[in-house]
């Protein structure tokens, strides 16, 4: 018998394999009774272990899973995206811990699956292949399903859950359909020969199959980063799923999807630029602006972050545009705010976590009335982002925003660049009332809330997601060098 | 001189204060130390205006350090000749407002000296940036502590004002921000470097179409702020921060708009020369209908920051020179103005000026004050305000008759609601009773007001030592504002020829700006000998050092 195993260099997908392993042993402890204390922390250890690991390999060139089909690489911009991943369960992890105690779920398997999920956008950001592509999504989209779903007794847990599923299914489909119809065209599911074949003579028919293929996997990718029409999920989900889940799924499973359209447009279909630029910049203006004016008009928190990051969405497809193979500028701004908008919407979503984790009301904005005198501290933490999501110095959030019109205007799209800030000053409006309602309103009418301090874990997230907010948007320069080395070594 | 970093310590000092709040409890020690700080600030820039060399017209105490290279800013400061008058306004006030404020603001003290503070630093950032991306920071950044100043310790409706005056703002500074992207954008096209240096910026060549846009977007930025009809709107109910927004806006204009876009000039001037006209009137005109002193002071505000954008875009050097003045002096004077309304008000508990009446028999020395900041308000000859108005209507004589006396009607109008004012408020018997019973100044606001009379008078008298100051910058800049412009007249040598209508009003004769050698100016450069003599007898010892 001659089986000889595919030449396949393990260590290329490494950080996933510390991930998945790591998800699986939380789950396994996770089993005993007299443990479930120390899980989270043991999350976080293991979180740290492969957070330390991409970042021993980030610089090192990228490897290959493979010579002959590559499937997977490991090179800077996985590993960057790994660790913004990481840091985002990590921060989740954190202001998990009171909010799951509190409402009685606290259970392994919420931290294996979050984990898991960990793991399976990491794939989504390393694959180099539509197969593993698909693979990642999956691991990420089923984890998700039932985190949202985690607090069974709760209908609108729920309701979100069988929302982003059945959503989620289709999009999915869509997905799988563009990938087969990609398959058709290019005879093969890697990146690289459906790169080649967009830089071939090709006929009418390969042509239709190539849009066709690129527009399903659009429709399906836009309906993960709720990109407009594809968005309508986005509040109902975020408002259902228990606080620290929906926080999870407006920064990572956000990110990832940006990550895998940034390598799917800036490598594999830059041949097309001429059709989707057109159709990108359309739906980014309409993101944005339904995003920002739909919010105008919420008191209900969570669907005001909801819409909000329905916003950020289409700031972000903006740049996508700009991606050119002479200037990485565009997709760097992406990853830049990216990383900034991880640290701005956990920090808010934890802010909510934070409170209703203590029983302090924190659903509607008129709950927050007088929140500056009764918490400083947590509503410091809330108005600091509330600052940065609306990009206002000296704050990452402004950094982020100037660095991602920039290369909007370097790239010649000025008209863009000034709707965008356009909007963004209409943003201000209900970030603005946020912080109103904190500092400026008293707060009369409020009842009598339960006093004790608030979980430390989670104001530990709070304040390292505030610090780093002031510190980035005072000292970029570090991490923009690295958003840039990371789309350095894309081809 | 040493090589301390001046001006970086001028404007982080603040901050440091800001964060040493943090740690103090109380709210008198918390006062104590907003007042120091800003104090120590401006015995600094006492020093750094010690050092300035007024001749040179080049930004000086220039300190430079790589920021976020890969975007092409850095950590660029330096002060010239316009920027350090309005700094050292802005040092001088700081202290005045928070002595001043000593007592009316008696909720939350701790946060109210720490967004002080802060505002502090982001206006004084505003003056010395010279980088543009770190002008734009400083600028957009100083809508935080505002924010929450307006918001919390306003008056009625303090929480909607603040919203309205931020998106205001906001909305001119997008435009701003994107017109600085664009800038930059085509300094990397034309040279290939990404700066944001102004000076580098100043070299550009621009379409004039493009240029146009892009002035457009960076006036809509300070318009906003200035602030000028028909953006004003947010202004009668943030009127607290008034002032410091007049002084931010049109530096900006001058440092940016004029140099910057000198083509798109040659359309926008007169427009803006034109609205700014209207302002004025339109701002008296409001003005005279108010019963409220609060909305008076800030409709006055708006007839006078037109007066300030007008003297900006006449472009020439008595504009100029004649607007930075008009700032500093409106400082003084509207400034005074609106503390001493709030001591008022802190005795009574009403802006309305039918409630009072008659005050000058029950509180002479604040009526004696209330007299003074009145007046330098009208423009009275031989109080600061005459010497701006009357510069900026010289300027905008030479440009355009017409709307000089248009303006000059401004002067009319302002005479008759602050006046009228007055009268309604001290003069007169006394008719309510709960007047009599009312508190004369204390010792600490005494010496606040007196201060800013001291001041009003000094510039009134004697502006040389300040229109010396900025001289040479000015010229500077109209140069660089002119180097393309068609019309010749405009030239910067038109400045120094051009003849000087006679001035009937002895004291404020501003002969020395155009003619460093004019008689009546003295050979020694420190002005707090002779002239200013009997402009303050009672001038001591520590108000004349901050002022060097």
Known sequence: MNTALPAINLYAVMPQIVLVS?????????????FRKGIPYLSLLLLAVAGVFALNQLGRGPIAFSDTSPMMVMDDFSLVATLVFIAGAVLTVLISISYVEARSIDRGEYYALLIYAVSGMSMMAASTDLFTFFLGLEVLSISLYVLIGFEQRDAGSNEGALKYFLLGAFASGFILYGMALLYGASGSTEYEAIARTLGEERSDAVNLLLLGGLGLLLVGI?????????????????????????????????????????????????????????????LAVLTIGVGNIVALVQTNLKRLLAYSSIAHAGYMLLPLMAVSPDSQDGSASIVFYLIVYTAMNLGAFGVLAVLAARGIPCATLDDLAGLGSRRPLVAAVMAVVMFSLAGIPPTAGFMAKFYLFSALVYGGYVELAVIGLLFSGVSLYYYLRVVVCMYMRPAAEVPAEPAGRLSYSGMTALCLSALAILAVGVFPSELLQLAERAVMTLP | MTELPYLSL??????????????????????????????????????????FKAHLGEPQFVERMPWIESLGVSYHIGADGISILLAGITALMWPLALLGTWTIVSERVRAYQVFMLLMETTLMGVFFSLDLFLFFLFWEGMLIPMYFLIGIWGYENSARAALKFFLFAVFGSLLMLAAVITLAFLHHQAHDVLTFEIAALYQLSIPPEVQFWLALAFIAAFAVKVPMVPFHTWLPDAIVLAVVLVKMAAYGFIRLTLPLFPDALTELAPLMCAVAAAGIVYGALIALAQSDIRRMIAYSTISHAGFVVLGVFALNQHGIQGAVVHIVSLALSTGGLFLAAMMLVQRRNT???????????????????LLVFTLASVGLPGLSSFVGEFLILVGVFQRNILIAAVAATGIILAAVYMLRMYRKVVFGPVTKEENRGIRDLSFRETAVLACMTLFIIWIGVYPNPFLRTMEASVQKLLVQTHRLAESP????????????????????????????????????????????????????????????
């Open chain 1, 222 to 282: 836009g309906f993960k980063i709720s990109m407009v029409p594809f968005h309508a999920w986005t509040p109902d989900v975020y408002q259902g799923a228990p606080t620290p889940v929906a926080a999870f799924l407006s920064t990572g499973s956000k990110a990832a999807a940006f990550v895998v359209l940034i390598r799917l447009l800036g490598s594999v279909f830059p041949g097309l630029q001429m059709e989707w630029i057109p159709l990108i910049s359309v």
């Open chain 2, 351 to 369: 802006w309305d000026m039918e409630a009072y009446g008659g005050l000058w028999h029950t509180i002479p020395v604040f009526s004696a004050f």
């Open chain 2, 10 to 51: 001028i404007i982080w000092l603040p901050v440091l204060g800001a964060v040493l709040l943090l740690f103090v409890k109380g709210d008198t020690a918390a006062r104590w130390v907003g007042f120091g700080v800003s104090a120590l600030v401006l015995v600094l820039f006492a020093v750094c205006f010690g050092a």
């Open chain 2, 489 to 548: 007249p405009a030239g910067m040598t038109q400045v120094s020829i051009e003849p000087m209508p006679a001035d009937p009003n002895g004291p404020g004769d501003p002969v020395a700006p155009g003619d460093p050698a004019a008689p009546g100016d003295p050979a020694a450069p420190d002005g707090l000998t002779g002239p200013n003599g009997p402009a303050g007898p009672d001038a001591t010892p520590d108000t004349s050092q901050d002022t060097r």
């Open chain 1, 22 to 34: 790591a998800a699986t042993v939380v789950l396994i402890i996770g089993l005993f009774e007299r």
